[in-house]
């Protein structure tokens, strides 16, 4: 009979962990026994538990406090954010940019400083110079990531970064979509986003962004 290798038995053991958490056994926050009491439960040794827990706890579901013990963090493995971002249609990224830009737009108009204000007026002229679709989305890209930037919220710009290849993908199917676009209009825009910056009025930084998304969003929905 062949052997059950350790990797394998594992990864069985650490379903068997998660199956248990997902039916409430252990709530958040809950300590989970200690080795030598769920090594027997599950019918394998210490180090079979150890590699089990510490696989959920790469997935993002258990941490181990030194001195303290196992504690449930979630109470399921959060879905791969690249693999959530390929499935998601192009009404549904421009939500996700509401989310991100408006408030990183008010926060940039709270904290800005003035090499921020010129890396974002750059970006602004950067964008009315553009030969192609693509180069367009990329100066876009550019310039929303440098508002992004001047938010000073790290969290932020590491999912709006994150966000970039699923975004520059779904905003050139957009143009692609639709035929029509006034460069003009959308110049203007971001041009009013820049002043309210500037000024440091975060409420119409926050309004301006997310008018101008929630204006993408319902131009795709209207088809």
Known sequence: MAQVRRAPLAEQVSELLLDRIRSGEWPLGAKLPGENTLGPQLGVGRSTVREAIRQLAGRGVLATRQ???????????????????????????????????????????????????????????QRENHDTREGYVDADMRFHRAVVASSHNSLLLEMFDNFVPRLREAMIDMLRIKRTFDDHADQGAHSQLVEAIAQRDNASARDLSRAHLMSLKNGMEAG
């Open 67 to 125: 001195g303290a013990g196992v504690f449930v963090t979630a109470l399921d493995v959060t879905e791969d954010w690249d693999a959530v971002l390929r499935r998601v249609d192009i009404v549904e990224v421009i939500e996700g940019r509401v989310a991100i830009e408006s408030e990183a737009a008010a926060l940039a108009a709270e904290r800005r400083t003035p090499q921020d204000l010129r890396a974002i007026r750059r970006m602004l002229t």
